[in-house]
């Protein structure tokens, strides 16, 4: 049970470029959403999908776009970096069974752009 | 807008010490309250999850409490050990959804 697998691990990118950060969940959860993490910041809500073909923004949407066309699955593309967008992400996935909802997060992408 | 505040930012404490960690919200219509523990370079890790209805939860040393009408939980940890070294992230959700609102940690050191 691989849980959440985020790709890559490490990235750096030269403004303009663009790029696609992967994120893929194996426990059949209906929400996935990605953060980023800033110092001195916190974890902030970047978009979000409650099921397969249903996005939402989140805090920090913009330079982000996003796509969910599986449950396993949620992408989050920059299609233009910027050195704002230097940070770490997280990609989670969460179940709501019975009124209880618990989050569980991947490894994280740290992005550099230059 | 829900704000999460964790205070303070950073603590030291010997070897076997029991500690108690805060986290206050600003809005206490919260649907659920998650403790997560990050080590460096690292993920996140759930250590405890307490539902709205719930006040409490414990696993081992770990004990989180929710107290939604004044807007805050603790994380208590009983006899620190150097391996509980990491930071440790307060989240509150706002439904039955992947929206949490974090604080920003406490980074915390246990001396050996």
């Known amino acids: 049970n691989a849980g959440v697998t985020q790709t890559p691990k490490f990235q750096v990118l030269k403004t303009g470029q663009s790029m696609t950060l992967q994120c893929a969940q194996d426990?059949?959860?209906?929400?996935m959403s990605w953060y980023r993490q800033d110092p001195g910041m916190g974890l902030r809500l970047i978009h979000y999908?409650?099921?397969?073909?249903?996005?939402d923004q989140g805090e920090v949407p913009n330079g982000y776009n996003v796509s969910r066309s599986t449950t396993e699955d949620f992408p989050l593309r920059l299609l233009s970096a910027a050195p704002s967008q230097t940070s770490v992400y997280f990609c989670?996935?969460?179940?709501?069974?019975?009124?209880?909802?618990?989050?569980?997060f991947g490894q994280g992408t740290r992005l550099t752009v230059v | 807008k829900q704000e999460v505040t964790q205070i303070p930012a950073a603590l030291s404490v010997p070897e076997g010490e029991n500690l108690v960690l805060n986290c206050s919200f600003t809005?206490?219509?919260?649907?659920?309250l998650q403790w997560f523990r990050q080590d460096p370079g690292k993920g996140l890790t759930s250590l405890l999850l307490?539902?709205?209805?719930?006040r409490e939860q414990t696993s081992g040393r770990l004990n989180a409490s929710l107290d939604k009408s004044s807007g805050r939980s603790t994380l208590y940890i009983a006899a620190s050990q150097p391996g509980d070294s990491a930071t440790y992230l307060c989240?509150?959700?706002?439904?039955?959804?992947?929206?949490?609102?974090f604080g920003k940690g406490i980074t915390l050191s246990v001396r050996p």
């Open positions: 989670a996935s969460s179940y709501s069974r019975q009124g209880v909802t618990e989050a569980f």
């Open positions: 999908s409650v099921g397969a073909g249903i996005t």
């Open positions: 989240a509150v959700g706002d439904g039955a959804n992947s929206k949490l609102t």
């Open positions: 809005d206490s219509a919260i649907y659920n």
């Open positions: 307490i539902q709205s209805s719930q």
């Open positions: 426990m059949n959860h209906e929400y």
